[in-house]
Nanobody, 125 residues
Framework: QLQFVESGGGLVQPGASLRLSCAAS????????ICWFRQAPGKEREGVSC????????NYASSVKGRFSISTDNTKSTVYLRMNSLKPEDTAVYYC??????????????????WGQGTQVTVSS
């Protein structure tokens, strides 16, 4: 059974950095596309970034491109999201999820069936 544990969130000031971790259990990352999503209060869950299990393919939402970086450590079954130059609009609960669907690269939450509990990121001065 797919399970994820997200960590690394916190309260930071605008311009700061955070690194989120997503530890997977119950499966190996092979053949999966692993994505980070976020959900702000009153808003729909949106896809932030995805990475292939080999780490050679990634994509990013336009709102985070150039500021966020996704990476994977398959030996630890962990996916990271490095977030730089954080803005107040990045405030949300961040989740990770995995899928084998070819459409998963579109970062649509409906293509992902298992979710972690999320980690809160708050950017505020």
């Amino acid at each position: 059974q797919l399970q994820f544990v997200e960590s690394g969130g916190g309260l930071v000031q605008p311009g700061a950095s955070l690194r989120l971790s997503c530890a997977a259990s119950g499966f190996t990352l092979d053949d999966y596309v692993i994505c980070w999503f976020r959900q702000a209060p009153g808003k729909e869950r949106e896809g932030v970034s995805c990475i292939g299990s080999s780490g050679d393919m990634t994509n990013y939402a336009s709102s985070v491109k150039g500021r966020f970086s996704i990476s994977t450590d398959n030996t630890k079954s962990t996916v990271y999201l490095r977030m730089n130059s954080l803005k107040p609009e990045d405030t949300a609960v961040y989740y990770c999820a995995a899928s084998t669907k070819s459409t998963s690269w579109y970062r649509r939450p409906a293509d992902f069936g298992a979710w972690g509990q999320g980690t809160q990121v708050t950017v505020s001065s």
